[in-house]
């Protein structure tokens, strides 16, 4: 029986001054009757809903020539068909990848203190969380997709994901088995980090929260779409699909996932201005290192 947190149960009087979503939270874990296995089945489900659902505006806009003019690379609009083939093994990899992943997620958080009882932390703690894992998750995301960049790494586990040089939403998890698992590490394992740093102040629904914000963000920064209401005209620190789709275009830098500040502060960014600031101090370093030769 679902006692977790608070110990309510359905036919407590209790259970009523629960709002809508904790309501139909503690029913779900009643009805299944095995934690586990709810918050696996919830867990998978909210993933696949979200990351379609997010991608399929984008398909829309495709379609509609309106929305060109905010395309960034608009000479290279992927068809139906090659959507299409990218979903199918998207999926392949959400069933044997990512499934086994979010199964082995309860055992592990509960491990390390997660609470998924009713009711729901206060939304301002909720808020903070995430905007801890996001800078988490940009920091793992940084250095191990600059490592993938790595000759044969490259060749290896992260080429897959540049098989589209103009990409587009559901591309954001068409990736190998190994790339998935690794870098998903950022997204699951920030959650778990904290957990088990700060003794279990940390509720399933904040986890869920996060995890559909950064199917966002990744849908987000690979639609190829640039709107003048994206989020990184709001925060000039939000990298957004300006940031992510130089980089499937270059093949180098703006190795980050959602700040822009990891690529600015170690000089990776690749932006046209910042490649040719590279190169003017590139020719600077030879011409002094020539100057000092010579006398
Ligand atoms: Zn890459
Ligand atoms: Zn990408």
New binding site residues.
Partial sequence: MYRAGSGVMLSDPAFHQFNFVERLWAAWYLWIGNDVLATGILTFILHEFFYFARSLPFMICDQISWFRKYKIQAGKMPTLQDQWDCAKIVLLSHFTVELPQIWLFHPLATYFGLQYGVPFPPVWKMAAQIALFFVMEDTWHYWA?RL??YGPLYRAV?KM??KYSAPFGIAAEYASPIEVMALGLGTVGSPLLWASLSGGDLHLFTMHVWMILRVFQAVDSHSGYDFPWSLNKLLPFWAGAAHHDI??EK?IGN?ASSFCWWDYAMDTEAHAEARQRRREKAIAKTKQARSKKVL
């Fill in positions: 997709h993938f960049h992260h994901h540049h980089h499937h093949f190795y």
